[in-house]
């Protein structure tokens, strides 16, 4: 059914709602885009199915993502088909990424913006609501983006996620990114740090700290800008919250950054450190050639500093080329390693990158096996881990309530928001939402762990 176009007025607000795909990196983008409807006086539906517009900002990274993100997309055409919702906005790395074929396979999308336009998303939305359709990508993604003070964050927990730089340098031969996000550009300090002190004094109890590589923070500043200096800036707030650090490059783990991390109390002692492989010849196909001097002695350097720390990488199996004998060293690198998280994914090929050039392929069915044998590897680390734990007291942040007046769900610094796993912590209540408290561990369950309030 056609409907006559109306005038976007005060006296009939329009509400919007999104849906969010991939990463946290990307949530922060659609926060940049709340926080620029809220200043132009245009309202946040509480869901997608309640809202006049529906934006859906996209994830381009690999195959599944990209299903993922169309079908969201198809979701939101479904709510304008029912009568509702009015427009449909696309927004991410996949317009980004395929900035004429989305136009012209998604007519009934009524708006299409790109990475570097997130804060024309108010006049975007007005003219959508009027009946307009909306064409406004760059060709390439160049700029920075500063979240408004007071912005909308979209955790859901007394987390907030603090992206410090945008884009990327390295040349993984797998990976698209550098293509949709652009050159690595880091924020300057001051405003991280004005960031910082803004969600801390909303009352969020952790920071994470996030970019496509935290660890190359800076470089492009030059001078004395690092991530460590950051983090000892941010750490000179004072107070009591945690500092997280997430998405980091094997290479650039420096003792300047491990000592910051030490002499920090804020810092978390975890690290989120993708080394996607541990076979020499992969990883110079991969080009992460840079990595290999330092896989034998990273770990063992990292935990002599940080005795307590927190390791957390990702692998991809099955890439071009692999064989049963690279497969065994990377499985035999995983349980003498023995990571405290360990997320696994079979490669996915990607046009335009290198590594589809590649001859040599897996097929599909060999890499999930390789990944389920991972995954079964590192559960077993996981359970003998969790099991010393049983018993022993920790400091947790409580994220949710579960059961009113009984239980809630919270993280130590052990657990990373949205990927490590919970603990469920009996004798807590809606009053104990946002704080820190000492707990008792009674039980391990799978990747979560159950405790007590003391």
């Not at 009027?130 to 700029?143: D, F, L, Q, T």
Request: contains cysteine; proline residues 4%.
């Amino acid at each position: 059914m056609n409907r006559r176009p109306e005038i976007l007025s005060q006296t009939k607000p329009v509400s919007v709602g999104f849906f969010s795909m991939g990463c946290a990196k990307n949530l922060v983008d659609s926060q940049i885009m709340a926080g620029e409807l809220i200043a132009n006086n245009i309202t946040l539906a509480a869901t997608p199915e309640n809202a006049d517009v529906v934006i859906v900002n996209t994830c381009a990274f690999i195959e599944d993502a990209r299903k993922e993100s169309i079908d969201a997309i198809f979701d939101a055409c479904a709510l304008k088909a029912k009568g509702r919702c009015r427009a449909v906005i696309v927004a991410g790395c996949m317009i980004q990424r395929y900035r004429d074929e989305l136009k012209q396979e998604m007519p009934e999308v009524d708006a299409f913006i790109g990475l570097d336009n997130l804060l024309e998303i108010a006049d975007v939305v007005r003219k959508v609501y009027e009946g307009h359709s909306v064409y406004r990508v760059s060709p390439k993604a160049k700029r920075l983006f500063e979240p408004r003070k007071d912005s909308v964050v979209f955790s859901g927990g007394a987390y907030a996620y603090v992206k410090i730089a945008e884009g990327c340098n390295h040349k993984c031969s797998f990976c698209a990114i550098p293509a949709i996000r652009g050159a690595y550009r880091s924020r300057l300090p001051d405003d991280i740090v004005r960031e910082a002190e803004d969600l801390l004094s909303r009352g969020f109890k952790e920071l994470d700290i996030i970019s496509q590589d935290i660890t190359s923070y800076g470089k492009d500043l030059g001078g004395k800008i690092t991530l460590a200096s950051l983090l000892r800036r941010i750490g000179n707030i004072g107070g009591d919250f945690w500092i997280r650090l997430l998405y980091g490059y094997p290479s650039n783990v420096t003792d300047e950054l491990l000592a910051a991390m030490a002499e920090t109390k804020q810092v978390c002692h975890y690290l989120d450190l993708p080394i996607q492989h541990s076979h020499p010849n992969i990883l110079r196909t991969m080009r992460r050639a840079d990595t290999i001097k330092h896989m034998p002695q990273l770990i063992d350097t990292i935990r002599s500093q940080l005795p307590d720390v927190i390791l957390r990488t990702t692998c991809l199996v099955g890439f071009p080329g692999e064989n049963r004998e690279h497969f065994q060293h990377l499985l035999e690198f995983i349980k003498n390693t023995e990571f405290d998280h360990l997320g696994a994914f079979v490669f996915s090929p990607e046009e335009k990158t290198p590594a589809i050039a590649i001859k040599a392929k897996t097929d599909k069915k060999t890499a999930e096996k390789r990944r389920e044998e991972l995954l079964a590897a590192q559960a077993e680390i996981v359970a003998n881990k969790q099991k010393k734990l049983v018993g022993q007291q920790d400091k947790v942040l409580l994220d949710r309530i579960l059961f009113e007046g009984k239980t809630c769900a919270g993280r130590s610094y052990r657990l990373a928001p949205e990927a490590d796993g919970e603990i469920i912590v009996e004798g807590a209540g809606q009053e104990d939402i946002g704080k820190f408290k000492t707990v008792k561990y009674t039980a391990q369950s799978d990747y979560d762990m159950k405790a007590i309030c003391i």
